[in-house]
């Protein structure tokens, strides 16, 4: 039964078109990553199918623009770090208060809990661009005692902090969806033990809702990873702090005639993304779609 | 090396204090008088996730409304802002941008998606094809810019192509083209970015609802002779609406606040500018914050439909439950 079904639905129509999609939608990617292991004058010379006939390949683009070299150098290494250390803490923030909070929103019991929860959700009708500027002057004029301050400038705890607001209202959402689905009993059962809410959570949502959490964090680990806007805001701009796509943005617009850094820089810049994604993808979106999404 | 040292540190730190903040809650959540546990436990558990809120999304939305009224001295001065918005030729060339973006965006990215989702769905090889177009969701959108920038690069006639767009129109006899520069038409090609980013995110979700339907269904339209394309339309779209529905809407509010694309294509010249970036611009770049406020402002308006319409729908699902 399931052969016929399947040789019904599969026309040669829609195969064809759906590897047209899949190649126009893969060619860019493909172009840019030959690109980057051409020579710098074949780049800029001619395009990167000429490789069938002109087999030249050489790593020397990634070797420029990794190099802490002088002050012209990308120097990408050090803002690849940079991305590390804003991201790992930015999405275990985001998750930890994310699912504490859904968890009260989905099994607490108190008044108005259904209209908080909407009005949670409704937050993500503040554009961050709306939250920018009054966060900015709040971390540096509000949060500090005498001239120290609590989240100070020239950190990565700026950028994490805002991270995490920005990335909460959508994960209470998704993660609320998901712990509401877990088998009453199972809390039932524990509370008749004696277990308050901390044992509850721990013990038996946190397990859970793994898979849950596990597919949010790495939807809230790529968005991170891929922020460009939050980062020039709150990063002050250096090497100390701001992140990799920062630095590939600055590159393309001051020296943009340099397809070989920006070829190399692109690719460098997405390997961990891309990692992230074909390494854990089959995580995805089972956990995060079971519940909530049902027609 | 001393450098990275530095940063781990930092991050360690970062790590500990937050797992002490965590722990403190717990602990006196866990130690509460009895009487009134259940109150501390659930403050315990939602305080830090709505002080956040609270301090960063909501006391900001109300400041940034009442900026939005001021100028660049922070002086009252009433409708100034939306005025320049709606008379200037530039703004309104954003305004119009934006509109044609959250048109095209959501609509096409949704729609190749699902056809794309319906192609493959059983097909031999799924996974892999699967991976392919939503490999671009992993890729932030300063890379995809960089992607982009080399699929439309311009060179003259009398050059050899690099860009494989322009490439293709040469072999086909055409004359090259600044596909980036020519306005109107450039901020359709920064819009296919945005389509080509999204579409994997929309194909998946439904795919994903897709293999959701009950066979029993599929089977009984099959067996009342129903063609693929009746199928489709009487069975597959209706049961996974909801599905769409968020597809379309997570996909809107994306498309709304854009800003990288544009920033790392164009940085909004020629024509190509929308509100969001606009908003960077005036706020950060030529000192006018109240501008950038209203821009703002205007960007939370055209949000507001959405969220309200999704808000409606979680309000009857919870009354279900």
């Known amino acids: ?295 | 090396m001393e450098d990275i040292a530095e940063k781990g540190l930092q991050v360690v730190v970062g790590l500990a204090v937050f797992a002490a903040i965590i722990g403190l809650i717990m602990l006196v959540v866990d130690r509460a008088p009895k009487s009134g546990r259940e109150k501390v436990q659930i403050a315990g558990f939602l305080a830090p996730a709505l002080v956040l809120l609270a301090f960063g999304l909501v006391y900001p939305a109300l400041q940034t409304s009442y900026l939005s009224f001021t100028d660049r001295n922070g002086e009252f001065v009433g409708l100034d802002n939306f005025v320049w918005m709606f008379t200037q030729p530039e703004a309104l060339v954003t305004l119009r941008n934006t509109v044609i973006w959250v048109v095209l965006v959501p609509l096409l990215a949704s729609s190749i998606g699902l056809a794309y989702a319906v192609f493959i769905d059983r097909a031999r090889g799924e996974k892999a094809l699967k991976a392919l177009v939503f490999m671009p969701m992993a890729i932030s959108f300063v890379g995809a810019g960089v992607i982009w920038r080399f699929v439309y690069a311009y060179k003259g006639a009398e050059q050899d192509q690099i860009g494989l767009l322009n490439q293709i129109l040469v072999w086909f006899g055409q004359e090259p083209k600044q596909f980036l520069l020519d306005a109107p038409e450039n901020t359709l090609f920064l819009i296919a970015v945005m389509i080509w980013i999204q579409t994997g995110f929309a194909m998946v979700v439904l795919s994903a609802a897709i293999k959701g339907i009950p066979t029993e269904i599929v089977e009984a339209a099959r067996l009342d002779g129903a063609s693929a394309w009746q199928q489709f339309t009487n069975v597959t779209i209706p049961t996974i609406r909801g599905s769409l529905i968020v597809v379309v809407t997570t996909i809107t509010i994306g498309t709304l606040k854009v800003f990288d694309i544009v920033r790392t294509m164009t940085a909004g010249q020629y024509e190509t500018s929308v509100v969001a970036n606009e908003m960077y611009t005036q706020a950060f770049r030529a000192g006018e914050p109240g501008r950038g406020a209203a821009l703002a402002l205007i960007l939370f308006l055209m949000v507001l439909p959405v969220v309200v319409y999704n808000a409606r729908l979680l309000r009857k699902q919870k009354e279900i439950r």
């Open chain 1, 1 to 295: 039964m399931q052969r016929r079904v399947r040789q019904r639905l599969t026309s040669r129509t829609a195969t064809a078109a759906a590897v047209i999609i899949a190649v126009i939608w893969t060619i860019p990617t493909f172009g840019l990553l030959v690109s980057s292991f051409r020579p710098e004058d074949n780049i800029k010379g001619n395009g990167w199918w000429n490789v069938i006939t002109d087999r030249q390949f050489t790593l020397e683009n990634y070797a420029d623009v990794l190099s802490p070299g002088g002050s012209q150098s990308p120097n990408l290494l050090s803002y690849f770090v940079n991305s590390l250390a804003i991201v790992i803490p930015g999405t275990i923030f985001t998750l930890v208060l994310g699912a504490m909070a859904a968890y009260m929103f989905a099994w607490g019991r108190f008044r108005g809990k259904d209209s908080l929860f909407i009005f949670v959700f409704a937050l993500q009708i503040v554009p961050l661009q709306m939250a920018l500027i009054p966060l900015l002057q709040l971390f540096t004029q509000v949060l500090k005692f005498g001239d120290v301050q609590l989240l100070p400038s020239g950190t990565y705890a700026q950028l994490w902090v805002a991270h995490t607001i920005f990335g909460l209202p959508l994960a209470i959402f998704l993660l609320h969806n998901f712990i509401a689905e877990i088998p009453g009993e199972v809390i039932e059962a524990a509370r008749v033990d004696g277990a308050g809410h901390s044992t509850i959570f721990w013990r038996i949502i946190v397990p859970l809702a793994t898979p849950a959490l596990a597919s949010f964090g790495i939807f809230q680990f790529l968005w991170l990873w891929n922020d460009l806007l939050v980062a020039l805001v709150f990063s002050g701009g250096g090497a100390d702090v701001a992140p990799i796509t920062q630095r590939l943005a600055e590159i393309q617009g001051s020296r943009g005639g340099e397809w070989q850094r920006l070829t190399a820089g692109a690719f460098v810049s997405i390997i961990v993304p891309l990692a992230v994604f074909f390494g854990l993808q089959r995580y995805f979106v089972r956990g995060l779609l079971a519940g909530g999404l049902k027609g």
